[in-house]
């Protein structure tokens, strides 16, 4: 987990700052904590603290789940005065609190999204209603590992989120490929938002990447999603070669003189298991091993301004 200060070697704005960020954290925590309690539903308090819901009243009920909120809150986002908290650096440095949290990126705090006006390459994957009831939402959508609601949808997103449907939330047999790619040349497109930070355009664009040409077709097997773009690399271009493809033996031999010694145990053991494989691979067509930038579309999020 990234430290966001160094708290043993603070500049003398964050120092003069510090009694003051503590007590602005606490409170913001309270009150995030607060406004998520009056958002739940008595059934979410419940399973929230696993306890048969006779055990307790009202007011027992919904004391335990502020504590539980506010513990939630610290292991995700760091303590008052921890390093590790992405908010209570902000505050160190001057800067005003969001009127809400933001949404996650990967598990941190995502202030760009709601900061800045860029467009932003984003991980899209099904939502489930919850970890408790692992069926298919067709309300909410997965962002870099966060649930956003879905407010519109073209009809082709609807179509993609109906090939979802169609396979119960499980994976996309191969047998489907060519219906998902049907479906992503007329273009889905998504309307979504975050509690409290307005409406973003999910589309699909185009993103450039760099790895060996053995990769860009869509991987054997299943993708795991409609969305699985790491698989199903749609409408690839390879836009440059930037070098041609060692034989795997003598790929081999240079990363062994090149690799720290810590490291070799794992490249021996990835040698026994597809060295012989990569040989013949490389037997059938050399040029699968060349390294390459290619181009291919993949689903982007960018804030739709308040105009329209």
């Given at each position: ?24 954290y606490?409170?913001?925590?309270i009150?995030?904590?607060?406004r998520?309690?009056k ?5 979410e ?5 696993g ?7 009202d ?9 539980s ?22 505050l160190?440095d001057?800067?005003?609190?969001l ?9 941190y ?9 860029g467009v932003?390459?984003v ?13 298919l ?7 870099n ?11 082709t ?8 449907l ?6 996309i047999p191969?047998?489907?490929?060519r ?6 040349a007329?273009r ?10 307005g ?11 760099k790895?060996?040409?053995?990769y ?8 795991r999603?409609?969305f ?10 390879i836009?440059?070669v ?19 010694d810590?490291?070799?145990s794992?490249?021996i053991?990835h040698?026994?298991e ?10 059938q ?13 993949d ?7 308040e105009?329209?």
């Amino acid at each position: 987990m990234p430290m966001f200060f160094d708290s043993q070697n603070l500049t003398p704005e964050q120092k003069s700052r510090w009694d003051f960020a503590i007590r602005q954290y606490e409170r913001i925590q309270i009150d995030n904590a607060q406004r998520q309690l009056k958002a739940m539903s008595h059934e979410e308090k419940v399973m929230r603290i696993g306890v048969d819901e006779v055990d307790l009243d009202d007011k027992c009920l919904d004391d335990l789940v502020f504590e539980s909120l506010l513990d939630m809150q610290t292991l995700l986002g760091g303590g008052v005065g921890d390093p590790k908290s992405a908010l209570f650096s902000r505050l160190l440095d001057g800067k005003k609190p969001l009127r809400v949290p933001p949404p996650r990126s990967f598990s941190y705090p995502w202030y760009r999204i709601v900061e800045e006006s860029g467009v932003f390459h984003v991980m899209v994957e099904p939502s489930l209603v919850s970890f408790r009831n692992p069926v298919l939402s067709v309300n909410d959508i997965s962002i870099n590992q966060c649930n956003w609601s879905i407010l519109s949808a073209n009809a082709t997103a609807k179509a993609l989120m109906d090939l979802q449907l169609k396979v119960n939330g499980g994976v996309i047999p191969i047998s489907l490929i060519r219906e998902l790619e049907a479906i992503y040349a007329e273009r889905p497109e998504f309307v979504v938002t975050f509690s409290g930070i307005g409406e973003y355009r999910l589309h699909l664009g185009r993103k450039d990447g760099k790895c060996l040409k053995r990769y860009l077709p869509r991987l054997g097997g299943e993708l795991r999603s409609v969305f699985d773009t790491i698989s199903f690399k749609y409408n690839t271009h390879i836009d440059k070669v930037l070098s041609v493809g060692e034989h795997p033996l003598i790929a081999y031999d240079n990363a062994r003189v090149n690799l720290p010694d810590h490291d070799l145990s794992l490249l021996i053991s990835h040698q026994r298991e597809n060295l012989q494989e990569d040989i013949a691979l490389f037997e059938q067509d050399a040029s699968l091993f060349d390294s390459v930038e290619y181009s291919c579309d993949d689903w982007f999020l960018v804030k739709v301004p308040e105009d329209g």
